[in-house]
């Protein structure tokens, strides 16, 4: 069975950074390309960024809402992912769900349930 | 960026009812539409990918149909477990941008 697990989220501070991680099971894992989204509290779901596997150089694209801010990385020897968030913004309050994609890198096949991030002084 | 709307924005139907959601992309995406099921407090579920495939698991009441700008997710026969809030999303370009959502309810 394939599984998703995120975790990570909190509450920080604007301005502040905080790490999310995101392991799965059930499949190869260094072979596939891990995506993660957002759905802020009563909204609906948005793209936030993909890594490839190391097949493809583990390539990466972002969202423009969180480009320069959010960058991901991989450590395939652990079965990790890391969404690393800097500058976080009230507006990025929202639940952060990873996925293995399938057919497409911003496909989202299997998802985790979600870590919770908020973002408030 | 692509802009995708969907209608209606709720839905009100009973079990056994033929629903049909529409979602419209502001620029052609050829086929590359996926349709998404979420229920409250839950993860979304992949129903729909490529405008009209269905994913694997997933009952065959739902189908999709559409190409280029105009797409539509229909539901067959409703049942109890369908009542959620469905998502379309591109993915032709990088930013895959989903629609708004419509939120299907009983009536």
């Known amino acids: 069975e394939v599984r998703v697990v995120e975790s990570g989220g909190g509450l920080v501070q604007p301005g502040r950074s905080l790490r999310l991680s995101c392991t799965g099971s059930?499949?190869?894992?260094?072979?596939?390309?891990l995506a993660w989204f957002r759905q802020a509290p009563g909204k609906g779901l948005e793209w936030v960024g993909f890594?490839?596997?190391?097949?493809?150089?583990?390539?990466?694209q972002y969202a423009a809402a969180v480009k320069d801010r959010f960058s991901l990385s991989r450590d395939d020897s652990k079965n990790f992912v890391y969404l690393q968030m800097n500058g976080l913004k009230i507006e990025d309050t929202a639940v952060y769900y990873c996925a293995r994609t399938l057919r497409s890198p911003n496909l989202g096949g299997s998802w985790g349930q979600g870590t919770l991030v908020t973002v408030s002084s | 960026d692509i802009q995708m709307t969907q209608s209606p924005s709720t839905l009100s139907a009973s079990v056994g009812d033929r629903v049909t959601i529409t979602c419209r992309a502001s620029q052609s995406i050829g086929p590359w539409l996926a349709w998404y099921q979420q229920r409250p407090g839950k993860a979304p579920n992949l129903l729909i990918y490529k405008a009209s495939f269905l994913e694997s698991g997933v009952p065959s009441r739902f189908s999709g149909s559409g190409s280029g700008t105009e797409f539509t997710l229909t539901i067959s026969s409703l049942q109890p477990d369908d009542f959620a809030t469905y998502y379309c999303q591109q993915y032709d370009t990088y930013a895959g941008t989903f629609g708004p959502g419509t939120k299907l309810d009983i009536k």
């Open positions: 890594i490839k596997s190391k097949t493809y150089g583990e390539a990466t």
């Open positions: 059930g499949f190869t894992f260094g072979e596939n390309t």
